[in-house]
């Protein structure tokens, strides 16, 4: 004969509920079935597990509460020694099927499993359901304002194929549970919107009907400091180092050189801003065209550069210097202007070093043919100052202009304004960097904050 062991409170419990000739697990928990069955889901976040901005999915981990009211499994605590509490499990009474819409993992669809958690049950017919879940949903992202930006993501729970008239359903948000920050993205707020939509044609012969809809917003916002220290004041000190071309002396060899391998780097954090965005973004973000500025101006100094160098050391002359007016405002007012020799301090310069070494072998000369040396001293001193250089000189020393002649001429002048342009463009090149940053930034100060969730009627 089998032994037989006492029956515990809980245990009669479950047989005096669950064993009852007309309990159905597959039927509503209602004994009107013109009521609809109020399911009250609470969701508490507890962690962000990680947030695919690539392919606009977010992955977070909750714990899901659902309460309802089953009017069939009820009872007398009196009756089984003041046990006015039990736990079931989800498979043994009636759940609600509710789906988590965007979901993209079939494991998380379906928010309560009968597989998963487990059920306290009182005495009233009150069902508190708990179970973890972790959810893979899809986010669309706005990285317009990247990465100084906010994101709102939406997860949509409905009844599955159950209408309003059945299944009644609520969310609301555990204001207990803030998991969802990390060192990337900060939780602002979560918000909760209950409505319902319209089923036109859900059956034949019947009219329009309705279904729940809970939508739960999770707003967050994005610490920016990791991308400015890694790409944006790298990419921005990177085009500033390629526009030392202009400063870089053209006969120095490395103008070029200096260009190029800034876009180099400029187009590995191309590569890094690519990787980290959507690639099927509806918005352009500022940061991509803040860099695609930097990319370009980076690329522009090259081509100018070379061409500076073809002015300096090209073999004809320039054509502009038959005009009068462009001469002289190449060669004298903007040299000028910047702070740069102009082209008769420059010339002055090279006959000055030209008297210098002619002098001493005017003396000699002197002496060879007996002149006194009081007067060539006289007149040495005449050629080597500066002062004394307007004063009518003897015709000796006139021969010392005379060195210059058309090509070494016509060389000074290239020199003057290869390095005119060169200052000229370097202050083009920055005032047009500086007034792009102005804009890009003006432009991050109209971000409005994270957008709505709930779709428009």
Not at 180 to 208: A, D, G, K, Y
Request: aromatic share 8%; charged share 20%; glycine share 4%.
């Amino acid at each position: 004969m089998a032994a037989r062991y006492p029956r515990s409170a809980e245990g009669r419990v479950r047989d005096f509920l669950l064993n009852h000739a007309n309990f159905s697990l597959r039927e509503r928990p209602v004994l009107n079935s013109s009521h609809p069955v109020h399911v009250a889901l609470k969701v508490g976040f507890y962690a962000m597990i990680d947030l695919n901005e690539r392919d606009e999915v977010i992955t977070t981990a909750s714990w899901i509460t659902a309460l309802w009211i089953d009017e069939r499994l009820t009872w007398d605590p009196a009756d089984f020694d003041g046990t006015d509490l039990v736990i079931m499990n989800p498979d043994e009474i009636w759940v609600p099927k509710i789906i988590l819409s965007g979901s993209l993992e079939s494991e998380s669809v379906g928010v309560i499993d009968t597989h998963r958690g487990s059920i306290l049950l009182t005495s009233e017919g009150e069902v508190n359901l708990g179970t973890a879940l972790v959810q893979s949903t899809n986010c669309p992202l706005s990285v317009r304002y990247f990465p100084f930006d906010s994101q709102v993501c939406p997860f949509e729970f409905i009844p599955e194929n159950q209408l309003l008239e059945h299944v009644d359903l609520t969310v609301e948000v555990d204001p207990d549970a803030y998991g969802l920050n990390t060192s990337e993205w900060t939780l602002l707020e979560t918000s909760v919107t209950n409505l319902f939509f319209e089923i036109v044609n859900h059956t034949s012969n019947r009219p329009t009907s309705h279904m729940s809809l809970a939508i739960l917003c999770v707003h967050i916002r994005r610490d920016p400091w990791y991308y400015i220290n890694t790409l944006l004041i790298p990419s921005t000190i990177l085009c500033l180092l390629s526009f030392m071309t202009f400063v870089a002396p053209t006969d120095s060899g490395e103008r070029s050189s200096i260009g190029i391998s800034m876009i180099l780097g400029l187009t590995v954090f191309q590569l890094l801003v690519s990787d980290t965005l959507p690639t099927a973004s509806s918005d352009s973000p500022l940061l991509g065209q803040f860099m695609n500025v930097n990319f370009l101006l980076a690329c522009l100094t090259v081509p100018f550069s070379i061409g500076n160098i073809n002015v300096a050391y090209g073999d004809s002359k320039l054509l502009l210097m038959k005009y009068g007016c462009v001469r002289k405002t190449l060669l004298e007012t903007l040299p000028w202007l910047i702070g740069l020799p102009t082209y008769s301090d420059r010339v002055s310069k090279v006959i000055a070093k030209e008297d210098e070494h002619q002098a001493p072998v005017f003396m000699a000369k002197r002496k060879d043919i007996g002149v006194d040396e009081m007067a060539a001293e006289t007149l040495s001193k005449a050629v080597t100052s500066k002062r004394n250089r307007v004063s009518p000189l003897p015709f000796a020393f006139q021969s010392t202009e005379e060195v210059l002649t058309g090509t070494e001429k016509a060389k000074i002048e290239a020199r003057t304004v290869a390095l005119v342009a060169d200052r000229l463009l370097l202050l083009v090149f920055l005032l047009a960097f500086c007034g792009f940053a102005i804009n890009i930034w003006i432009q991050f100060q109209e971000d409005v904050g994270p957008r709505s969730c709930i779709p428009l009627e």
